[in-house]
């Protein structure tokens, strides 16, 4: 007769890792604070261990206390990667989070399924970037672009978000990179006032970057000040104003070049 596996209980050192490296994915994928604190909090006691957590704009400090021996305790800090939008890793995590807990995973499982989580296969680049310029073409008709505003904000999308792609690809400074995408896509958009294409130009050009406005960053900081995380929460208002003003600057770079700046 088989043998039941025995279930060897991962040391705080283990547990530790897999729950700062979970934090930090959470973090650079764009979840607020609290929800970063909650669900790694609710996996840590599911393997008999409480957490005190300090999440930055670029690190996350942790102590993991065992609770049935509380002075045993371990400390870690994890610089947190970039920032790289991905809500299904933040949705599947919270998931897991809560099998971890409601099911009682064991760690190898927990362990297993977060790089399962981590390395799965992201939409393809071009796709995203047909829907980037759809959606942004749809929001100049929402202001009541016309169609040809609406086509030359397609266009432009999708060149102003193939050369964010490309900048981010060869990791050069986000501030660049906002700042270059927002020139790029301007600069095709104001084209058409300059020839005197469609009966709505002036709209097309102010649409045109409106697929770069750091809406989560500006969410989350919001959410951080309101649950008390001050000093994340202005972090990452900061951060937010700083592309603002980076996509500002391109814009007005482009209006500068075509004459459009008394527009």
Known sequence: MSENPVYIEPTIEQTAVLLIDIASALMSSGAHTMRIIQNVSRMAETFGYELDLSVF???????????????????????????????TIVSELSALSWDTYDKQLPFDEVTSNYHKILHQKRMNSSLVLLLVAAANASFCGLFKGDFTAMIFVFFAT??????????????????????????????????????????????????????????????????D??????????ARLVNATSLIVCIAIGLFTSMLILGLEKL
């Open 57 to 87: 704009q670029m690190s996350i400090m942790m102590t993991i206390i065992n609770k049935k021996d509380p002075g045993k305790l371990l400390t870690q800090i994890r610089k947190i990667k970039p920032l790289h939008l991905n809500f």
């Open 225 to 234: 000040i309101l649950q008390g995380h001050i000093l994340t929460g202005i």
């Open 158 to 223: 999708l060149a102003g978000f193939f050369v964010r792609q490309a900048l981010m690809k060869k990791h050069i400074n986000h501030l660049v990179t906002f700042t270059t995408s927002a020139f790029v896509a301007s600069l095709l958009a104001g084209i058409g006032y300059i020839i005197h294409v469609g009966h709505t130009p002036e709209i097309a050009l102010a649409s045109s970057v409106l697929f770069l406005i750091p809406g989560v960053p500006m969410i989350n900081s919001i959410l």
